[in-house]
């Protein structure tokens, strides 16, 4: 009983407060224009647009460092839609310093399934990096 009552007291003393994140401004975002849309070859050999749907930021306080989570909607579109198909998908995010030194990565590589009939064929992806501060993000495919 006095364990419960111990840990109740606990509970109610920290609260949530310890768990709330500094919400932050994001960092600058930039996409090269030859590495925001770009087509590859599926598995089948035809030709399939890449390119980016939407981005969704959102940026909390890490020390000095800003701990920012991306959610990147990446849009597919094919004139053969006669087959099923996968096209392989490689997506990067960097951040840099004011030097323009790499100061974090995520990757994350897949093949989006292309069902019969569709033209147009969206995934969202999740990634989270570090960013100095001062710092700004790259973000491309490829």
């Known amino acids: 009983m006095i364990r419960f009552f111990i840990i109740i007291s606990f509970l109610f003393f920290n ?17 090269p224009k030859k590495a925001a849309e770009i087509v590859v070859n599926s598995e089948s050999n035809l030709p399939v647009y890449l390119g980016f749907r939407g981005v969704k930021k959102f940026c909390f306080k890490d020390g000095n460092d800003i701990q920012m989570e991306l959610s990147v909607n990446i849009r597919a579109i094919r004139n053969d839609t006669t087959k099923e198909d996968y096209v392989p998908v490689n ?10 030194k790499e100061f974090d990565r995520d990757e994350f590589n897949y093949s989006q399934f292309l069902l019969k009939g569709s033209k147009k064929v969206d995934r969202a992806t999740t990634f989270e990096l570090k960013v100095p501060a001062g710092g700004q993000v790259l973000l491309g495919i490829k």
């Open 91 to 100: 997506i990067s995010v960097v951040s840099i310093d004011l030097n323009e």
């Open 15 to 31: 609260g949530c407060s310890t768990f709330k994140k500094e919400v932050v401004e994001c960092p600058k975002l930039i996409s």
